[in-house]
């Protein structure tokens, strides 16, 4: 007879409990919960760094149907801190799949939780906005309600926290390009995934991942024909030193290209301030108005925090590059979901183009991306 998954509980940072079962590693876990659309791709999210310090609630009822597999992870580990579920799959039905996901849960020491209302949580957490919260499990279900509470309002904000280094490469990773070369490209690693380093490489760049230390001498050393910065998880405004390298590299006249936590770090090197938004934009269902082309997108997002940037017109930018607009907008809130410099040639977005769980409307950004680097070598031939 099988027995019963252990008791758990979510504590939220106001007093909102949940009971549900133990799903995962047993134990304790703390980080700010924060919900996820996507009906699909779980492999993806969890194991996309941007969720570092995250407890992340799954909005779809069934996760775990089609296992894990070896081919679709995003990272060299699953990065969240905890992981909510309403039902866990019983069975793994996909020829692809080597292992459950409880499985590989334990096996990366990932506490959660299942069995729970996560619907009603959800529509918590769109009211009050996100929050610290705390999954306990084992021997920590059984402590006092006010002592976990305790343990959850002591942890640490995410407003404030540079996580870059906990998900960074420690030392440089080169992947060749495929096809004809464009050039050496200067990946920043702030939380890169491994579909974006792909799609890069398939556009003929020589992708040069290196540590989020490194310094400007040392990234000129790889004679770069661009830079990129990645995703990540943490706040854009504890990254000072991320925006000066970024400044120095818009300073060289090096094409740039930033998703995610990339574009809120070209914000700030523009001159742009960066907020943090009440409940975040989590999935891969997420609308975005392309105002180049007038076309929508369904993009897949993973953020918290956002630029401060006026959504109409062009500006000048406060650092002095030029004039800068906004060139994509989301739908649902009218946050700013990209920036394009119109003086140098620097461009980023907020959603992450790669997804490579779906959907894949903004892969074109990639073309973009290798065309603004072509154009600019030929502008450099020329002028010599």
Known sequence: MTSLPEPAVLVLEDGTRHSGRAYGALGTTLGEVVFAT???GYQETLTDPSYAGQIVLQTAPHIGNTGMNDEDPESRRIWVAGYIVRD???VVSNWRANASLDEILVQDGIVGISGIDTRSITRHIRSAGSMRGGIFSGDAAHLDADEQLRIVREAPQMAGQNLSAQVSVAVATVTDAVGEKVGNLAVLDLGVKQATIDNLAARGFEVHVLPQDVTIDELRAIDPVAV???????????????????????DDGLPFFGI???NQLLGRALGLGTYKLPFGHRGINQPVLDKQT??????????GFAVDAPLE????????????????????DNVVEGLRALDIPAFSVQYHPEAAAGPHD?????????????ANNANKKDAQ
């Open 313 to 332: 017109g062009s500006f000048d930018s406060p650092h002095g590059y030029g004039k800068v607009e906004v060139s994509h907008v989301g739908l649902n």
């Open 362 to 374: 903004a892969n074109y950004l990639f073309d973009r991306f290798r065309d603004m680097v072509i």
């Open 228 to 250: 990129f910065y990645s995703n990540g998880p943490g706040d854009p405004a504890a990254s000072g030193d991320h925006v000066e390298l970024l400044r120095s590299v818009l």
């Open 38 to 40: 996507g009906m699909s």
């Open 88 to 90: 866990p799959s019983r």
């Open 260 to 262: 995610c936590f990339g």
């Open 294 to 303: 007038g076309r929508v997108e369904i993009t897949a997002h993973n953020h």
